[in-house]
C-alpha cells in the first residue's frame, strides 16, 4: 500500500514508514535532511581511542616488579619503626641531675 501524505492544512510533516521525515514547504512535500551524527560519533571515539593508548603506554612504561618491591621494603621499615615506638613508648626514662 502506497504511503499517502497527509494534507499540508493539518500537517506540513510526515514520516515514512522507513523513517524518513518529509515536510511540506513552498507547494511541495521534500525529504528533510538527515543528520550525519555518525562522523562526530566516530571522531569522539576515534579521541577516547587515542587517550586509552596513551594511558596504556604510560602504564607499560612502569615497572611494576620495582615498586612492589619497593613498597614491601617500605612495609617493612613501617613495621620495625612501629615495633620501636612500642618498646619507647614501654621504657621508663630516669632522668638524674
Known amino acids: 500500500m502506497p504511503f499517502q501524505f497527509p494534507d499540508p492544512a ?3 510533516t510526515a514520516t515514512l514508514p522507513n523513517g524518513e521525515i518529509w515536510e511540506y514547504h513552498n507547494g511541495a512535500w521534500r525529504a528533510r535532511p538527515t ?4 562522523q562526530q560519533q566516530i571522531d569522539a571515539l576515534d579521541e577516547r581511542i587515542t587517550v586509552n593508548e596513551d594511558e596504556i603506554d604510560a602504564l607499560e612504561g612502569l615497572d611494576i616488579t620495582s615498586a612492589i618491591s619497593l613498597l614491601q621494603i617500605a612495609r617493612q621499615d613501617i613495621i620495625e619503626l612501629k615495633s620501636k615506638v612500642n618498646t619507647l613508648e614501654l621504657t621508663n626514662f630516669l632522668i638524674l641531675e
Open 10 to 12: 493539518v500537517s506540513t
Open 35 to 38: 543528520q550525519d551524527d555518525d
